[in-house]
T-cell receptor
């Protein structure tokens, strides 16, 4: 079974600075998908970014980018120019190919300091 | 607006009572999922359904049942609620395909006393 580990329960960052959230996973599969979801206080789960394992290029969405290291089974999220609205719980998730459920890490709570 | 709706938004329930959490999606997605979110544990899969008429057990299925009579609806039933089922419950759906993404409902906060 696949597992996802987020080793940082809490992180903080100054507004306008850059922060990196860590995620590692364990799998024997060669093809899969990785995701970062954001959960603000509203409780809504919001997809931040997605990475296909067969793609070597790291995914980027505006201020959000990932560092995907397939051999190391590492999938970190970098948030540049942090904003107050980035404060939230961030979940790393793994999904096998096909219509399969997500496997989540336990989350990292990010605080943004004005 | 297309998406997933869940009802109720929140509920306080006495232990031993039966409760059904409702989930409806209008995206014609084949797959639907139920997760529970507990502090420090992230989201864990309760049950899933890959298509109407089929269901499967997830990581924490005990005390819960589901049905999938049609594509749009995927209710979750607690037959006899216990305090350990106090949690936030999320329904999600996905349509399949090479870049399949799961979309989440707004969640139901359930408190069992």
């Amino acid at each position: 079974a696949q597992t996802v580990t987020q080793s940082q329960p809490e992180m903080s960052v100054q507004e306008a600075e850059t922060v990196t959230l860590s995620c590692t996973y364990d799998t024997s599969e060669s093809d899969y998908y990785l995701f970062w979801y954001k959960q603000p206080p509203s409780r809504q789960m919001i997809l931040v970014i997605r990475q296909e394992a067969y793609k070597q290029q790291n995914a980027t969405e505006n201020r959000f980018s990932v560092n995907f290291q397939k051999a190391a089974k590492s999938f970190s999220l970098k948030i540049s120019d942090s904003q107050l609205g980035d404060a939230a719980m961030y979940f790393c998730a793994y999904r096998s190919v096909g219509n399969t459920p997500l496997v989540f890490g336990k989350g990292t709570r990010l605080s943004v300091i004005a | 607006i297309a998406g997933i709706t869940q009802a109720p938004t929140s509920q306080i329930l006495a232990a031993g009572r039966r409760m059904t959490l409702r989930c409806t999606q209008d995206m014609r997605h084949n797959a639907m999922y139920w997760y529970r979110q507990d502090l420090g544990l992230g989201l864990r899969l309760i049950h899933y359904s890959n298509t109407a008429g089929t269901t499967g057990k997830g990581e924490v299925p005990d005390g819960y049942s589901v049905s999938r009579a049609n594509t749009d609806d995927f209710p979750l039933t607690l037959a006899s609620a216990v305090p350990s089922q106090t949690s936030v419950y999320f329904c999600a759906s996905s349509g399949g395909g090479p870049t399949d993404t799961q979309y989440f409902g707004p969640g139901t906060r359930l408190t069992v006393l």
